[in-house]
Nanobody
């Protein structure tokens, strides 16, 4: 059974840090590009970051550039999102997703597999 399971969310003060993890199972992880998305209450799900199959290419939404870092460990079938200098506007449910293409993409429709999400709340 194919599964993506996020962890690492929580409540943090503005300026703090969190590291999200997404563990994949039931798929050949290195054959997939991976992405992180987020959805705040009342808003559409938006792209946050993406990484190619080998980590050689990464993309970020402008609002997180310089603060967030996406990485992956293919030996552990896990993708990470290191989030520093968090702001209240980063509050959302964060989802990881798998794209059955080795190339990183910001296009949400390219992602075929999704995790259940993990809540990140940043207090001011």
């Amino acid at each position: 059974q194919v599964q993506l399971v996020e962890s690492g969310g929580g409540l943090v003060q503005a300026g703090g840090s969190l590291r999200l993890s997404c563990a994949a199972s039931g798929l050949t992880f290195s054959s997939y590009a991976m992405g992180w998305f987020r959805q705040a209450p009342g808003k559409e799900r938006e792209f946050v970051a993406a990484i190619s199959w080998n980590g050689g290419t990464t993309y970020y939404v402008d609002s997180v550039k310089g603060r967030f870092t996406i990485s992956r460990d293919n030996a552990k079938n896990t993708v990470y999102l290191q989030m520093n200098s968090l702001k209240p506007e980063d509050t959302a449910v964060y989802y990881c997703a798998a794209n059955p293409d080795v190339r990183a993409t910001m296009v949400i429709s390219r992602y075929a597999l999704w995790g259940q999400g993990t809540q990140v709340t940043v207090s001011s």
